[in-house]
């Protein structure tokens, strides 16, 4: 665990970065009543999950929240009006890779096991836990809240998991939410990387409300004053439905991926989509990201789907995504990745494989073996 001095260091030196000044705190808490409101505070980073964030978080579920009786419910929200989260902070990981500084590089670890970490804490909350999706929800801002059950979108919400266009794969727990979508979204998320936006995220079920933009103030006023140490999951229900909008359950291109992602083999997948493509935008796009993608990211995230099903609980996949974790930060595909994306941005990746079927059934399955116990993610202190 990094000691003080270390995260004091790292809290000036991504205030440096992103211009919070040192008198801000990365995280705000505002105690109402019975409801906290917790606001991530880094909106020029647009709220990405840096260690020291992280530390405040874990620092939160070990004492306030699990032991303060007075607090009902926790309200998460992301300051700037861009962002609730936008993923991790993937530029810091890749700088200490580049350096070759094995001190510096302790963060390739140091990291997951505190984003992991605190995923599962948040998923084993006393408190409601409320989240307000408004602006881009990705990667790490899907972690700490996949499990909440009052996941609540706007007309600014913008959801995606597009992690295969930089080298990485579907992590923070989704080997076991992503399955459990219906048909086949879940696969259709990961692979391509689709938007959703506004009433898409209900329409999929990344998310369970719709509410105007303009509303979550009354909403939020509304829950301040109506929760209680008394109150439980349906009047809870029915002060958030007194604000959201009605919205139609199926997602309009539902069938057509149904039937595009179904088969036993990810070059089954791909070589229907390449036949069909030119038919429609829709059909067009998920091929062009699928081209892009890194391919060992591709073979990872259709194997993490279909094992993903037999997983029991969300604690299961968070260690099975930890695994094959170690696996992508021991290797060079993220950071190619990343270099295309936030620095040499006019490069194309040079991927490890050039195709899916390069890659042999061995090399997946070793991703996903059990680490060295010594090395294993440890989510004891939350069960």
Not at 24 to 43: D, Y
Not at 88 to 116: C, N, Q, W
Not at 248 to 262: G, I
Request: glycine share 8%.
């Amino acid at each position: 665990m990094l000691g003080r001095s270390a995260i004091r260091l790292n809290q000036l030196t991504n205030a440096m970065r992103f211009g919070v000044s040192q008198g801000e705190s990365l995280v705000l808490f505002e105690t109402q009543k019975n409801v906290q409101k917790v606001i991530l505070n880094r909106p020029k980073a647009l709220n990405a999950l840096d260690i020291p964030t992280l530390e405040v978080l874990l620092s939160k579920l070990r004492t306030e929240w699990r032991e303060n009786q007075q607090i009902k419910a926790l309200l998460f929200t992301g300051a700037g009006g861009k962002a609730f989260c936008a993923g991790g902070d993937i530029k810091t990981l890749y700088d200490a890779k580049i350096s070759g500084d094995p001190t510096k590089m302790k963060v390739l670890d140091e990291f997951f096991h505190r984003e992991f970490l605190t995923d599962y804490g948040m998923s084993k909350l006393k408190p409601f836990q409320i989240c307000f999706y408004d602006g881009i929800v990705m990667g790490g801002g899907v972690g700490i809240s996949s499990q909440c059950r009052y996941r609540i979108a706007t007309e600014t919400s913008m959801y995606a998991m597009p992690e295969a266009k930089i080298g990485l794969f579907t992590d923070i727990g989704a080997s076991y939410f992503l399955p459990r979508l219906r048909g086949r979204l879940g696969l259709w998320l990961g692979l391509t990387g689709a938007r959703l936006r506004g009433e898409e995220l209900v329409k999929v079920g990344v998310a369970d409300y719709f509410v105007p933009r303009e509303h979550l103030p009354l909403l939020e006023k509304a829950l301040i004053e109506e929760i209680n140490p008394s109150t439980d999951d349906k009047q809870l229900k029915t002060i958030i439905t007194r604000y959201t909008k009605a919205v139609p359950p199926e997602y309009p291109n539902e069938k057509l991926v149904d039937e595009l992602f179904k088969g036993e083999t990810l070059q089954e997948i791909v070589t229907r989509i390449e036949q069909r493509r030119g038919e429609s935008d829709f059909i067009e796009a998920m091929a062009k990201s699928i081209s892009e993608a890194s391919p060992i990211s591709l073979r990872i995230i259709f194997e993490q789907y279909r094992r993903g099903k037999q997983l029991k609980s969300f604690r299961e996949g968070l260690v099975s995504d930890f695994r094959v974790m170690q696996h992508f930060m021991a290797g060079r595909d993220f950071f190619e990745g990343v270099r295309c994306t936030l620095i040499d941005k006019k490069d194309k990746p040079n991927w490890t494989y050039k195709s899916i079927d390069q890659i042999s059934e061995q090399e997946i399955n070793r991703q996903f073996e059990p680490l060295d116990p010594s090395k294993e993610l440890d989510l004891k202190e939350f069960d």
